[in-house]
Protein backbone atom coordinates (compact mmCIF):
# COMPACT_ATOMS: atom_id res chain seq x y z
CA UNK A 1 0.00 0.00 0.00
CA UNK A 2 1.00 3.51 -0.79
CA UNK A 3 2.18 5.61 2.14
CA UNK A 4 -0.42 8.56 2.76
CA UNK A 5 2.12 11.20 1.96
CA UNK A 6 5.74 10.49 0.29
CA UNK A 7 8.06 12.83 0.45
CA UNK A 8 11.96 12.03 -1.07
CA UNK A 9 14.74 13.93 -1.55
CA UNK A 10 12.87 16.98 -2.20
CA UNK A 11 14.73 20.15 -2.90
CA UNK A 12 13.90 23.64 -3.26
CA UNK A 13 15.56 26.84 -3.79
CA UNK A 14 14.47 30.76 -3.31
CA UNK A 15 17.48 32.35 -4.94
CA UNK A 16 20.67 31.42 -2.97
CA UNK A 17 18.52 29.95 -0.01
CA UNK A 18 17.69 26.04 0.10
CA UNK A 19 14.34 26.28 2.04
CA UNK A 20 14.50 22.51 1.18
CA UNK A 21 17.53 20.70 1.11
CA UNK A 22 16.79 16.60 0.05
CA UNK A 23 13.94 16.33 2.72
CA UNK A 24 12.28 12.80 3.33
CA UNK A 25 8.89 12.09 4.68
CA UNK A 26 6.85 9.28 4.99
CA UNK A 27 3.19 9.93 6.80
CA UNK A 28 0.49 7.16 7.76
CA UNK A 29 -2.98 6.97 6.42
CA UNK A 30 -4.76 8.03 9.25
CA UNK A 31 -2.51 8.89 11.18
CA UNK A 32 -1.00 12.50 12.48
CA UNK A 33 2.25 13.46 11.31
CA UNK A 34 3.42 16.20 13.15
CA UNK A 35 6.65 18.43 11.28
CA UNK A 36 8.31 20.08 14.29
CA UNK A 37 10.80 23.17 13.72
CA UNK A 38 11.56 26.70 14.10
CA UNK A 39 10.98 29.59 12.03
CA UNK A 40 12.40 29.32 8.48
CA UNK A 41 13.21 25.66 9.12
CA UNK A 42 11.24 24.49 5.64
CA UNK A 43 7.80 23.50 7.25
CA UNK A 44 5.84 25.94 5.21
CA UNK A 45 7.57 25.25 2.05
CA UNK A 46 6.85 21.76 2.29
CA UNK A 47 3.35 22.12 2.87
CA UNK A 48 3.09 24.46 -0.08
CA UNK A 49 4.96 21.69 -2.51
CA UNK A 50 2.66 18.83 -0.97
CA UNK A 51 -0.34 21.15 -1.23
CA UNK A 52 0.67 22.02 -5.14
CA UNK A 53 1.29 25.78 -4.87
CA UNK A 54 4.68 24.78 -5.56
CA UNK A 55 7.15 22.80 -7.55
CA UNK A 56 10.01 21.31 -6.32
CA UNK A 57 13.59 21.49 -8.37
CA UNK A 58 14.46 18.28 -7.15
CA UNK A 59 13.02 15.16 -5.84
CA UNK A 60 9.27 14.01 -6.04
CA UNK A 61 6.40 14.30 -3.42
CA UNK A 62 3.44 12.05 -3.49
CA UNK A 63 -0.13 11.81 -2.08
CA UNK A 64 -1.90 9.18 -2.28
CA UNK A 65 0.10 7.64 -4.55
CA UNK A 66 -0.48 10.79 -6.90
CA UNK A 67 2.61 12.25 -7.92
CA UNK A 68 2.25 16.51 -6.57
CA UNK A 69 3.40 17.34 -9.89
CA UNK A 70 2.46 15.81 -12.94
CA UNK A 71 -1.06 14.54 -10.75
CA UNK A 72 -1.19 17.98 -9.62
CA UNK A 73 -5.27 17.46 -9.93
CA UNK A 74 -5.72 14.30 -9.07
CA UNK A 75 -4.26 15.34 -5.67
CA UNK A 76 -5.94 18.94 -5.40
CA UNK A 77 -9.37 16.21 -4.69
CA UNK A 78 -7.98 14.26 -1.99
CA UNK A 79 -6.38 17.35 0.08
CA UNK A 80 -7.85 20.07 2.20
CA UNK A 81 -5.09 22.81 3.19
CA UNK A 82 -5.80 25.36 6.40
CA UNK A 83 -2.98 27.23 7.76
CA UNK A 84 -1.64 30.50 9.87
CA UNK A 85 -2.66 32.36 7.34
CA UNK A 86 -6.32 31.86 7.13
CA UNK A 87 -7.32 32.13 3.84
CA UNK A 88 -10.97 33.64 4.43
CA UNK A 89 -12.69 36.23 2.48
CA UNK A 90 -12.89 39.10 4.93
CA UNK A 91 -15.32 41.28 2.67
CA UNK A 92 -18.04 37.82 2.61
CA UNK A 93 -19.64 36.40 5.23
CA UNK A 94 -18.55 33.20 6.87
CA UNK A 95 -21.33 31.20 5.40
CA UNK A 96 -20.61 33.22 1.95
CA UNK A 97 -17.25 32.09 2.35
CA UNK A 98 -18.18 28.76 2.79
CA UNK A 99 -20.83 28.86 -0.06
CA UNK A 100 -17.99 29.84 -2.42
CA UNK A 101 -16.06 27.59 -1.70
CA UNK A 102 -18.23 24.45 -1.71
CA UNK A 103 -19.19 25.77 -5.56
CA UNK A 104 -15.62 25.75 -6.57
CA UNK A 105 -15.49 22.77 -5.04
CA UNK A 106 -18.41 21.90 -7.47
CA UNK A 107 -20.74 20.63 -4.79
CA UNK A 108 -24.45 20.58 -5.85
CA UNK A 109 -26.47 23.19 -4.54
CA UNK A 110 -28.39 21.14 -2.23
CA UNK A 111 -25.55 19.46 -0.73
CA UNK A 112 -23.75 22.47 -0.66
CA UNK A 113 -26.06 24.20 1.56
CA UNK A 114 -26.52 21.36 3.97
CA UNK A 115 -22.80 20.65 4.46
CA UNK A 116 -22.15 24.32 5.42
CA UNK A 117 -24.86 24.19 7.78
CA UNK A 118 -23.30 21.45 9.03
CA UNK A 119 -20.07 22.53 9.34
CA UNK A 120 -20.88 26.10 10.58
CA UNK A 121 -22.59 24.01 13.04
CA UNK A 122 -19.65 22.15 14.13
CA UNK A 123 -17.24 24.74 14.12
CA UNK A 124 -19.51 27.31 16.73
CA UNK A 125 -20.15 29.60 14.36
CA UNK A 126 -23.83 29.47 13.34
CA UNK A 127 -24.66 32.30 15.36
CA UNK A 128 -21.98 34.54 12.89
CA UNK A 129 -22.27 33.16 9.99
CA UNK A 130 -24.17 36.19 8.61
CA UNK A 131 -21.53 38.55 9.85
CA UNK A 132 -18.78 39.46 7.09
CA UNK A 133 -15.53 37.49 8.44
CA UNK A 134 -13.80 41.06 8.87
CA UNK A 135 -15.67 41.22 11.89
CA UNK A 136 -14.22 37.62 13.81
CA UNK A 137 -12.14 37.05 16.10
CA UNK A 138 -8.55 35.19 15.33
CA UNK A 139 -9.89 31.89 16.58
CA UNK A 140 -13.45 32.01 14.68
CA UNK A 141 -11.29 33.28 11.40
CA UNK A 142 -8.47 30.20 11.71
CA UNK A 143 -11.85 28.02 12.70
CA UNK A 144 -13.50 29.18 9.30
CA UNK A 145 -10.57 28.82 7.72
CA UNK A 146 -10.46 25.26 8.70
CA UNK A 147 -14.23 24.20 7.75
CA UNK A 148 -13.92 25.49 4.29
CA UNK A 149 -10.47 23.11 4.50
CA UNK A 150 -13.21 20.23 5.06
CA UNK A 151 -16.35 20.63 2.73
CA UNK A 152 -15.02 17.75 0.92
CA UNK A 153 -14.03 15.85 3.93
CA UNK A 154 -10.31 15.17 2.35
CA UNK A 155 -8.77 12.39 2.74
CA UNK A 156 -5.49 14.13 3.81
CA UNK A 157 -5.35 17.60 5.77
CA UNK A 158 -2.68 20.03 5.65
CA UNK A 159 -2.57 22.25 8.91
CA UNK A 160 0.29 24.72 8.69
CA UNK A 161 0.72 26.33 12.05
CA UNK A 162 -3.37 26.12 12.86
CA UNK A 163 -2.98 27.52 16.16
CA UNK A 164 0.40 29.77 16.27
CA UNK A 165 -0.95 33.27 17.99
CA UNK A 166 -4.36 31.55 18.98
CA UNK A 167 -5.65 31.87 22.73
CA UNK A 168 -5.99 28.35 24.54
CA UNK A 169 -9.31 28.07 24.49
CA UNK A 170 -9.51 28.62 20.61
CA UNK A 171 -6.02 26.59 20.39
CA UNK A 172 -8.37 23.81 22.37
CA UNK A 173 -11.15 23.40 20.08
CA UNK A 174 -9.03 23.23 16.67
CA UNK A 175 -7.08 20.40 18.73
CA UNK A 176 -10.79 18.89 19.50
CA UNK A 177 -11.68 19.27 15.81
CA UNK A 178 -8.34 17.64 14.73
CA UNK A 179 -8.81 14.58 16.87
CA UNK A 180 -12.12 14.21 15.58
CA UNK A 181 -11.48 14.25 12.07
CA UNK A 182 -8.58 11.43 13.07
CA UNK A 183 -11.04 9.39 14.39
CA UNK A 184 -13.04 9.53 11.42
CA UNK A 185 -9.80 8.32 9.27
CA UNK A 186 -8.27 11.59 7.87
CA UNK A 187 -4.51 11.75 7.57
CA UNK A 188 -3.36 14.97 9.02
CA UNK A 189 0.19 16.87 8.07
CA UNK A 190 0.41 19.22 11.16
CA UNK A 191 3.28 21.60 10.83
CA UNK A 192 3.66 23.45 14.15
CA UNK A 193 6.32 25.20 16.23
CA UNK A 194 5.36 24.11 19.64
CA UNK A 195 6.16 21.18 21.35
CA UNK A 196 3.40 21.05 23.32
CA UNK A 197 1.14 20.58 19.99
CA UNK A 198 3.18 17.92 18.21
CA UNK A 199 3.21 15.74 21.80
CA UNK A 200 -0.64 16.09 22.19
CA UNK A 201 -1.54 16.06 18.48
CA UNK A 202 0.98 13.75 16.38
CA UNK A 203 1.20 10.11 16.44
CA UNK A 204 5.02 10.91 14.58
CA UNK A 205 6.82 13.35 14.87
CA UNK A 206 9.48 14.39 12.34
CA UNK A 207 12.15 16.95 13.55
CA UNK A 208 12.82 19.82 10.64
CA UNK A 209 15.68 22.16 10.57
CA UNK A 210 17.18 23.81 7.86
CA UNK A 211 15.00 22.31 5.20
CA UNK A 212 16.03 18.37 6.34
CA UNK A 213 14.59 15.94 8.97
CA UNK A 214 16.91 15.43 11.56
CA UNK A 215 15.32 13.30 13.91
CA UNK A 216 12.14 11.21 13.32
CA UNK A 217 10.02 9.19 15.37
CA UNK A 218 7.14 8.78 18.43
CA UNK A 219 7.30 11.37 20.81
CA UNK A 220 8.57 8.75 23.58
CA UNK A 221 11.21 7.25 20.81
CA UNK A 222 12.52 11.54 20.29
CA UNK A 223 12.64 11.58 23.99
CA UNK A 224 14.64 7.84 24.14
CA UNK A 225 17.21 9.80 21.71
CA UNK A 226 17.58 12.29 24.40
CA UNK A 227 18.01 10.49 27.12
CA UNK A 228 15.96 8.52 29.94
CA UNK A 229 14.42 10.53 32.96
CA UNK A 230 15.89 13.46 34.77
CA UNK A 231 16.25 13.66 38.70
CA UNK A 232 14.92 17.05 39.13
CA UNK A 233 16.06 18.15 43.37
CA UNK A 234 15.29 21.42 44.27
CA UNK A 235 17.89 22.06 47.21
CA UNK A 236 17.10 24.01 50.18
CA UNK A 237 20.44 25.63 50.36
CA UNK A 238 22.14 26.44 47.38
CA UNK A 239 25.37 25.91 48.95
CA UNK A 240 24.20 22.21 49.90
CA UNK A 241 24.22 21.28 45.79
CA UNK A 242 27.91 19.47 45.99
CA UNK A 243 26.64 17.55 48.30
CA UNK A 244 23.66 16.76 46.86
CA UNK A 245 25.71 16.08 43.58
CA UNK A 246 28.06 13.61 45.35
CA UNK A 247 25.06 11.67 46.74
CA UNK A 248 23.10 11.51 43.98
CA UNK A 249 26.29 10.58 42.13
CA UNK A 250 26.87 7.23 44.51
CA UNK A 251 23.48 5.97 42.91
CA UNK A 252 24.38 6.14 39.31
CA UNK A 253 23.33 10.02 38.58
CA UNK A 254 26.50 11.29 36.63
CA UNK A 255 27.31 14.39 36.67
CA UNK A 256 24.73 17.68 37.01
CA UNK A 257 23.99 19.14 33.42
CA UNK A 258 25.77 22.41 32.43
CA UNK A 259 23.00 25.56 32.77
CA UNK A 260 22.05 24.06 36.21
CA UNK A 261 22.27 27.29 38.86
CA UNK A 262 21.28 27.62 42.17
CA UNK A 263 19.04 25.61 43.85
CA UNK A 264 17.69 23.77 41.16
CA UNK A 265 19.54 20.18 39.95
CA UNK A 266 19.05 18.21 37.45
CA UNK A 267 20.51 14.86 36.83
CA UNK A 268 20.16 11.92 34.64
CA UNK A 269 18.48 9.27 36.49
CA UNK A 270 19.94 5.83 35.80
CA UNK A 271 16.81 3.85 35.85
CA UNK A 272 12.95 5.07 35.52
CA UNK A 273 10.03 4.81 38.30
CA UNK A 274 9.06 5.53 41.56
CA UNK A 275 12.02 3.86 43.06
CA UNK A 276 14.50 5.92 41.62
CA UNK A 277 11.89 8.69 43.58
CA UNK A 278 12.59 7.08 47.13
CA UNK A 279 16.15 5.93 46.67
CA UNK A 280 17.28 9.68 45.68
CA UNK A 281 15.38 10.69 49.15
CA UNK A 282 17.12 8.38 50.98
CA UNK A 283 20.44 9.36 49.84
CA UNK A 284 19.98 13.34 50.06
CA UNK A 285 18.71 12.43 53.79
CA UNK A 286 21.60 10.53 54.75
CA UNK A 287 24.18 12.97 53.07
CA UNK A 288 21.59 15.77 55.51
CA UNK A 289 20.80 18.31 52.60
CA UNK A 290 17.79 19.76 52.66
CA UNK A 291 15.24 19.28 49.49
CA UNK A 292 12.10 21.16 48.96
CA UNK A 293 11.01 19.61 45.80
CA UNK A 294 11.78 16.34 44.48
CA UNK A 295 10.82 14.47 40.98
CA UNK A 296 11.38 12.07 38.36
CA UNK A 297 10.30 14.22 34.86
CA UNK A 298 10.81 12.80 31.50
CA UNK A 299 12.64 14.99 28.75
CA UNK A 300 10.28 17.14 27.12
CA UNK A 301 10.20 17.89 22.97
CA UNK A 302 11.81 20.96 23.92
CA UNK A 303 15.13 18.47 25.62
CA UNK A 304 14.53 16.79 22.13
CA UNK A 305 15.32 19.97 19.76
CA UNK A 306 17.52 21.20 22.39
CA UNK A 307 19.59 18.56 21.98
CA UNK A 308 19.25 18.15 18.58
CA UNK A 309 19.68 21.61 17.08
CA UNK A 310 21.68 22.99 19.74
CA UNK A 311 19.18 25.63 19.60
CA UNK A 312 15.64 26.48 21.51
CA UNK A 313 12.56 26.23 19.67
CA UNK A 314 11.49 29.75 19.38
CA UNK A 315 15.29 30.93 18.29
CA UNK A 316 16.04 31.49 14.71
CA UNK A 317 18.23 28.29 13.97
CA UNK A 318 21.68 29.51 12.84
CA UNK A 319 23.86 26.79 10.78
CA UNK A 320 25.97 23.93 12.58
CA UNK A 321 29.23 24.47 11.03
CA UNK A 322 30.16 23.62 7.51
CA UNK A 323 26.59 24.82 6.20
CA UNK A 324 26.29 27.64 3.80
CA UNK A 325 24.50 30.82 5.08
CA UNK A 326 21.18 30.61 7.28
CA UNK A 327 17.99 30.53 5.61
CA UNK A 328 15.62 33.55 6.27
CA UNK A 329 13.16 32.97 3.71
CA UNK A 330 11.93 29.77 3.67
CA UNK A 331 9.38 29.73 5.57
CA UNK A 332 7.49 32.88 3.88
CA UNK A 333 7.54 32.36 0.26
CA UNK A 334 3.76 33.26 0.42
CA UNK B 1 -3.72 14.95 -17.98
CA UNK B 2 -1.80 14.17 -21.29
CA UNK B 3 -4.53 11.15 -22.33
CA UNK B 4 -6.41 12.75 -25.39
CA UNK B 5 -9.89 13.06 -23.55
CA UNK B 6 -13.50 12.67 -24.78
CA UNK B 7 -15.45 15.51 -26.18
CA UNK B 8 -18.87 14.04 -23.88
CA UNK B 9 -19.50 12.53 -20.68
CA UNK B 10 -18.68 12.98 -17.58
CA UNK B 11 -14.76 13.67 -17.64
CA UNK B 12 -15.36 15.45 -21.06
CA UNK B 13 -14.38 18.53 -22.38
CA UNK B 14 -17.28 19.84 -23.02
CA UNK B 15 -18.52 19.05 -19.02
CA UNK B 16 -14.75 20.51 -18.39
CA UNK B 17 -15.66 23.54 -20.00
CA UNK B 18 -19.00 24.11 -18.34
CA UNK B 19 -17.36 23.63 -15.31
CA UNK B 20 -14.94 26.24 -16.25
CA UNK B 21 -17.66 28.58 -17.09
CA UNK B 22 -19.18 28.14 -13.36
CA UNK B 23 -16.14 28.48 -11.58
CA UNK B 24 -15.40 31.96 -13.83
CA UNK B 25 -19.23 32.78 -12.51
CA UNK B 26 -18.84 32.32 -8.89
CA UNK B 27 -15.39 34.00 -8.27
CA UNK B 28 -16.60 36.86 -10.53
CA UNK B 29 -19.84 37.46 -8.42
CA UNK B 30 -17.49 36.66 -5.30
CA UNK B 31 -15.46 40.01 -6.16
CA UNK B 32 -19.11 41.82 -7.30
CA UNK B 33 -19.91 41.49 -3.94
CA UNK B 34 -16.60 43.12 -3.13
CA UNK B 35 -17.51 46.08 -4.76
CA UNK B 36 -21.25 46.41 -3.20
CA UNK B 37 -19.71 45.49 0.22
CA UNK B 38 -16.78 48.21 -0.21
CA UNK B 39 -19.38 51.54 -1.61
CA UNK B 40 -16.45 53.98 -0.78
CA UNK B 41 -14.34 52.61 -3.55
CA UNK B 42 -17.07 52.86 -6.10
CA UNK B 43 -17.49 56.00 -5.07
CA UNK B 44 -14.31 57.01 -5.60
CA UNK B 45 -13.90 55.58 -8.91
CA UNK B 46 -16.58 57.29 -9.90
CA UNK B 47 -15.74 60.58 -8.68
CA UNK B 48 -12.74 60.92 -10.61
CA UNK B 49 -14.13 60.38 -13.94
CA UNK B 50 -17.30 62.93 -12.82
CA UNK B 51 -14.84 65.37 -12.22
CA UNK B 52 -12.79 64.91 -15.14
CA UNK B 53 -16.05 65.49 -17.56
CA UNK B 54 -16.69 68.64 -15.39
CA UNK B 55 -12.79 69.68 -15.13
CA UNK B 56 -12.36 69.65 -18.84
CA UNK B 57 -15.49 70.53 -20.46
CA UNK B 58 -16.04 73.88 -18.37
CA UNK B 59 -12.15 74.68 -18.01
CA UNK B 60 -10.72 73.52 -21.59
CA UNK B 61 -14.24 73.61 -23.47
CA UNK B 62 -13.34 77.19 -24.42
CA UNK B 63 -9.82 76.80 -25.36
CA UNK B 64 -9.71 73.43 -27.27
CA UNK B 65 -13.22 74.18 -29.00
CA UNK B 66 -11.94 76.40 -31.16
CA UNK B 67 -9.72 73.78 -32.52
CA UNK B 68 -12.76 71.72 -33.26
CA UNK B 69 -14.45 71.32 -36.78
CA UNK B 70 -17.24 73.64 -37.17
CA UNK B 71 -20.16 72.75 -35.52
CA UNK B 72 -18.66 69.92 -33.19
CA UNK B 73 -18.95 71.03 -29.34
CA UNK B 74 -16.32 70.12 -27.29
CA UNK B 75 -18.83 67.97 -24.60
CA UNK B 76 -19.70 66.28 -27.22
CA UNK B 77 -15.72 65.74 -28.51
CA UNK B 78 -14.98 65.13 -24.68
CA UNK B 79 -17.04 62.63 -23.55
CA UNK B 80 -15.62 59.53 -25.48
CA UNK B 81 -12.86 60.24 -24.63
CA UNK B 82 -13.11 60.46 -20.83
CA UNK B 83 -15.03 57.14 -21.21
CA UNK B 84 -11.73 55.65 -22.95
CA UNK B 85 -9.41 57.48 -20.16
CA UNK B 86 -11.09 56.76 -17.53
CA UNK B 87 -11.23 52.85 -18.32
CA UNK B 88 -7.68 53.28 -19.08
CA UNK B 89 -6.56 54.92 -15.40
CA UNK B 90 -9.13 52.33 -14.05
CA UNK B 91 -7.47 49.14 -15.72
CA UNK B 92 -4.72 49.09 -12.92
CA UNK B 93 -7.05 47.90 -10.49
CA UNK B 94 -7.23 44.63 -11.62
CA UNK B 95 -3.57 44.68 -10.76
CA UNK B 96 -4.63 45.84 -7.18
CA UNK B 97 -7.17 43.79 -6.74
CA UNK B 98 -5.18 40.87 -7.72
CA UNK B 99 -2.09 41.74 -6.20
CA UNK B 100 -4.41 42.14 -2.88
CA UNK B 101 -6.08 38.79 -2.80
CA UNK B 102 -2.55 37.10 -3.51
CA UNK B 103 -1.55 38.47 -0.59
CA UNK B 104 -4.24 37.61 1.70
CA UNK B 105 -4.05 33.75 0.92
CA UNK B 106 -7.46 33.11 -0.60
CA UNK B 107 -5.64 32.59 -3.76
CA UNK B 108 -3.38 29.91 -2.27
CA UNK B 109 -6.70 28.27 -0.94
CA UNK B 110 -8.29 28.51 -4.66
CA UNK B 111 -4.66 27.42 -6.14
CA UNK B 112 -5.17 24.03 -3.90
CA UNK B 113 -8.41 23.07 -5.06
CA UNK B 114 -9.55 20.83 -7.86
CA UNK B 115 -10.75 24.39 -9.74
CA UNK B 116 -10.00 25.83 -13.05
CA UNK B 117 -7.15 27.30 -13.47
CA UNK B 118 -8.10 30.59 -15.10
CA UNK B 119 -11.00 30.74 -13.01
CA UNK B 120 -9.38 33.61 -10.44
CA UNK B 121 -8.00 35.55 -13.53
CA UNK B 122 -11.42 35.37 -15.68
CA UNK B 123 -13.13 36.58 -12.64
CA UNK B 124 -11.31 39.43 -11.34
CA UNK B 125 -11.33 40.91 -14.77
CA UNK B 126 -15.05 40.14 -15.91
CA UNK B 127 -15.70 41.96 -12.13
CA UNK B 128 -13.54 44.99 -13.08
CA UNK B 129 -15.48 44.92 -16.68
CA UNK B 130 -18.84 44.63 -15.22
CA UNK B 131 -18.04 47.84 -12.70
CA UNK B 132 -16.76 49.52 -15.94
CA UNK B 133 -20.14 49.72 -16.98
CA UNK B 134 -21.51 50.87 -14.05
CA UNK B 135 -19.34 53.95 -14.20
CA UNK B 136 -19.90 54.64 -17.68
CA UNK B 137 -23.35 54.33 -17.18
CA UNK B 138 -23.11 56.49 -14.76
CA UNK B 139 -20.64 58.85 -16.91
CA UNK B 140 -23.30 58.96 -19.77
CA UNK B 141 -25.98 60.04 -17.44
CA UNK B 142 -23.56 63.11 -16.15
CA UNK B 143 -22.52 64.04 -19.62
CA UNK B 144 -26.30 64.22 -20.64
CA UNK B 145 -26.54 67.01 -17.62
CA UNK B 146 -23.76 68.97 -19.30
CA UNK B 147 -25.28 68.88 -22.80
CA UNK B 148 -23.73 65.67 -24.14
CA UNK B 149 -25.64 63.61 -26.82
CA UNK B 150 -24.89 60.37 -28.91
CA UNK B 151 -26.48 61.52 -32.69
CA UNK B 152 -26.40 58.15 -34.18
CA UNK B 153 -28.72 56.17 -32.75
CA UNK B 154 -28.71 53.28 -29.94
CA UNK B 155 -27.23 50.93 -31.74
CA UNK B 156 -24.34 53.39 -32.83
CA UNK B 157 -24.37 54.49 -29.00
CA UNK B 158 -24.21 50.64 -27.81
CA UNK B 159 -21.05 50.03 -29.63
CA UNK B 160 -19.93 52.68 -28.43
CA UNK B 161 -20.27 51.64 -25.06
CA UNK B 162 -19.06 48.35 -25.96
CA UNK B 163 -15.56 49.33 -27.45
CA UNK B 164 -15.14 51.46 -24.08
CA UNK B 165 -15.66 48.48 -22.27
CA UNK B 166 -13.71 46.31 -24.57
CA UNK B 167 -10.89 48.35 -24.28
CA UNK B 168 -10.94 48.61 -20.87
CA UNK B 169 -10.74 44.36 -20.30
CA UNK B 170 -8.19 44.63 -22.78
CA UNK B 171 -5.82 46.54 -20.66
CA UNK B 172 -6.84 44.43 -17.45
CA UNK B 173 -5.59 41.22 -18.67
CA UNK B 174 -1.82 43.55 -18.94
CA UNK B 175 -3.01 44.37 -15.21
CA UNK B 176 -3.53 40.92 -14.21
CA UNK B 177 -0.01 39.78 -15.48
CA UNK B 178 1.62 42.79 -13.88
CA UNK B 179 -0.59 42.14 -10.34
CA UNK B 180 1.06 38.22 -10.73
CA UNK B 181 4.21 39.39 -11.27
CA UNK B 182 4.43 42.06 -8.97
CA UNK B 183 2.86 41.09 -5.97
CA UNK B 184 1.41 44.25 -4.51
CA UNK B 185 -1.19 46.40 -4.84
CA UNK B 186 0.97 49.76 -4.87
CA UNK B 187 3.84 48.55 -6.42
CA UNK B 188 1.16 47.19 -9.28
CA UNK B 189 -0.77 50.96 -9.09
CA UNK B 190 2.77 52.66 -9.62
CA UNK B 191 3.61 50.80 -12.44
CA UNK B 192 0.46 51.46 -14.42
CA UNK B 193 0.45 55.03 -13.78
CA UNK B 194 3.81 55.41 -15.06
CA UNK B 195 2.70 53.09 -18.25
CA UNK B 196 -0.93 54.97 -18.68
CA UNK B 197 -0.72 58.64 -18.19
CA UNK B 198 1.66 59.38 -21.61
CA UNK B 199 -0.70 56.73 -23.25
CA UNK B 200 -3.68 58.69 -22.15
CA UNK B 201 -2.43 62.63 -22.92
CA UNK B 202 -0.29 61.37 -26.42
CA UNK B 203 -3.63 60.56 -27.66
CA UNK B 204 -6.91 61.83 -29.02
CA UNK B 205 -8.76 61.72 -25.79
CA UNK B 206 -8.81 65.53 -24.83
CA UNK B 207 -7.43 66.74 -28.03
CA UNK B 208 -7.39 66.14 -31.86
CA UNK B 209 -4.11 64.87 -32.53
CA UNK B 210 -2.97 67.13 -35.76
CA UNK B 211 -2.63 69.83 -32.85
CA UNK B 212 0.61 68.32 -32.20
CA UNK B 213 4.25 67.95 -33.41
CA UNK B 214 4.25 65.73 -36.22
CA UNK B 215 6.94 63.08 -34.28
CA UNK B 216 3.82 62.96 -31.62
CA UNK B 217 1.22 63.22 -34.24
CA UNK B 218 2.54 59.54 -35.55
CA UNK B 219 3.15 58.43 -32.34
CA UNK B 220 -0.54 58.65 -31.23
CA UNK B 221 -1.80 57.94 -34.51
CA UNK B 222 -1.21 54.00 -34.30
CA UNK B 223 -1.91 53.68 -30.30
CA UNK B 224 -4.61 51.70 -29.17
CA UNK B 225 -5.57 54.65 -27.11
CA UNK B 226 -6.26 56.81 -29.90
CA UNK B 227 -7.96 53.89 -32.00
CA UNK B 228 -10.27 53.17 -29.15
CA UNK B 229 -11.19 57.05 -28.91
CA UNK B 230 -11.68 56.88 -32.08
CA UNK B 231 -14.03 54.39 -32.87
CA UNK B 232 -15.93 55.27 -29.63
CA UNK B 233 -16.29 59.01 -30.73
CA UNK B 234 -17.04 57.84 -34.61
CA UNK B 235 -19.95 55.68 -32.77
CA UNK B 236 -21.32 58.69 -30.71
CA UNK B 237 -21.12 61.46 -33.06
CA UNK B 238 -20.49 59.83 -36.26
CA UNK B 239 -18.00 59.78 -38.59
CA UNK B 240 -15.56 57.50 -40.06
CA UNK B 241 -15.81 54.28 -38.17
CA UNK B 242 -13.92 51.61 -39.74
CA UNK B 243 -10.57 52.53 -39.87
CA UNK B 244 -9.78 53.40 -36.31
CA UNK B 245 -12.60 50.22 -35.35
CA UNK B 246 -9.95 47.74 -37.34
CA UNK B 247 -6.91 49.60 -35.46
CA UNK B 248 -8.62 49.08 -32.34
CA UNK B 249 -9.94 45.39 -32.75
CA UNK B 250 -6.63 44.67 -34.32
CA UNK B 251 -5.05 46.03 -30.78
CA UNK B 252 -7.21 44.14 -28.59
CA UNK B 253 -7.03 40.64 -30.06
CA UNK B 254 -3.01 41.52 -29.92
CA UNK B 255 -3.11 41.87 -26.62
CA UNK B 256 -5.61 39.58 -25.63
CA UNK B 257 -3.42 36.85 -27.28
CA UNK B 258 -0.58 37.86 -25.83
CA UNK B 259 -1.30 39.03 -22.26
CA UNK B 260 -4.26 36.13 -21.32
CA UNK B 261 -1.95 32.60 -21.95
CA UNK B 262 0.90 34.99 -20.48
CA UNK B 263 -1.18 35.73 -17.27
CA UNK B 264 -2.79 32.38 -17.40
CA UNK B 265 0.96 30.36 -17.27
CA UNK B 266 2.42 32.84 -14.58
CA UNK B 267 -0.51 32.37 -12.64
CA UNK B 268 0.16 28.22 -12.95
CA UNK B 269 3.87 28.70 -12.10
CA UNK B 270 3.37 30.98 -9.69
CA UNK B 271 5.18 30.17 -5.97
Request: hydrophobic fraction near 50%; include cysteine.
Amino acid sequence: MDAAIQVEGVVKRFGPTRALDGLDLVAAEGRVLGLLGPNGAGKTTIVRVLATLLEPDEGRASVLGLDVVSQARAVRREIGLAGQFAAVDELLTGRENLRLFAGLFRMGGREARGRVDELLERFDLLDAADRPAKTYSGGMRRRLDLASSLLTSPRILFLDEPTTGLDPRSRNQIWAVVRELVEEGTTVLLTTQYLEEADHLAHRVAVVDQGRVIAEGTGDELKDQVGGAMVHVRLSDAGERDAAVVALGRLGCAGAQPGDVGTDLIVPAPHDGVGMVAEAAAALREAGVGVSDLGLRRPTLDDVFLELTGQKTDEPASPPEGEEEPEAAAGAPA
Amino acid sequence: MNAPRALVGEDGLLAEAGWTLRDCALVTGRNLRHFVRQPQLLLFSTIQPVMFILLFSFVFGGAIGATLPPGVDYVDFLLPGIFIQSSAFRASQTAVGLAEDLQRGVVDRMRSMPMSRAAVLVGRTTADLVRSLFVVALMIAVGYLVGFRFTEGVLAAAGAVVVVLLFGFGLSWIFTLVGLVTDSAEAAQSAGFVAIFPLVFASSVFVPIETMPSWLEGFAGVSPVTAAVDSARALSLGGEVSDPLLLFLGWLAGLLAVFVPLSVWRYRRMS
